[in-house]
């Protein structure tokens, strides 16, 4: 198993690719928490992993909360004794893309994604963890990124949240990696791509996932991995 013995938090794990990867995850050897704002999806996942015999916890929790994130991966590296793997999954609060340039839209509206994604999720939820992967000398962070290619694109601020999220993850592995933190972005398609190409399903990005999150692909300390099946060639 890819994953065995390994200790993983994953973040919007009662989303659709959120559950996949927590299945991946687990059915890989992985002993999964599951962190998300609905305790009814996440208890859902749980269960079934549960019932093909892994082992899940589930956390109702915001991520935009810096005391709850800190509370919350603290409890997990007490309980786990170390966390391998962080990969966030959090939604990034965005509106259906509008066909209005950017200068006609509100611009709350507008910059709304951006601090979701990198200000608050993702930096609260890979500095908490980080201390505990620091001490250990090892770990994997990964979050899910990728631009939405073709007419669903669009100048819109969920790319410029994508975008920040790639500053991020540049800024997170050149200060971790003296740790042996690896820092990876798995891009993939959201829809908008055009025929025929096939964007990745849920279970492709969370096999991808589980490889690139094991000791198997220790090399990449920086890096994105393109799960999108072809749709984001060039991007």
Do not use: C
Not at 40 to 61: F, K, M, P
Not at 62 to 75: I, K, L, P, S, Y
């Amino acid at each position: 198993m890819l994953l065995e013995n390994k200790v993983a938090v994953i973040y919007g794990a009662g989303g659709r690719v959120g559950r996949a990867v927590a299945r991946t995850f687990a059915r890989e050897g992985a002993e999964v928490f599951l962190a998300g704002r609905t305790r009814a999806a996440l208890d859902a996942v749980a269960d079934e992993i549960r019932t093909a015999g892994g082992t899940a916890l589930t956390t109702r929790l915001d991520a935009r909360d810096e005391q709850d994130v800190n509370a919350f991966v603290d409890g997990v590296a007490g309980r786990a004794g170390r966390i391998d793997i962080s990969f966030n999954l959090i939604g990034y609060d965005i509106t259906p893309t509008l066909p209005t340039p950017p200068a006609d839209r509100p611009a709350r509206e507008f910059a709304r994604p951006a601090p979701t994604a990198a200000t608050w999720s993702h930096f609260l939820t890979t500095g908490a963890v980080a201390r505990h992967m620091a001490v250990r000398g090892s770990g994997a962070i990964l979050a899910l990124g990728g631009p939405v290619p073709g007419p669903a694109a669009g100048p819109g601020g969920f790319d410029v949240a994508l975008d920040a999220l790639e500053g991020l993850r540049r800024q997170w592995a050149s200060q971790l990696g003296r740790y042996g933190i690896r820092v990876v972005t798995l891009k993939a398609a959201a829809g908008g791509t055009p025929e025929p190409v096939r964007t990745a399903t849920p279970a492709d990005i969370a096999a991808a996932a589980a490889l690139v999150a094991s000791d198997r692909a220790r090399v990449p300390a920086s890096a994105t991995v393109n799960v999108s099946r072809g749709a984001l060639v060039g991007f």
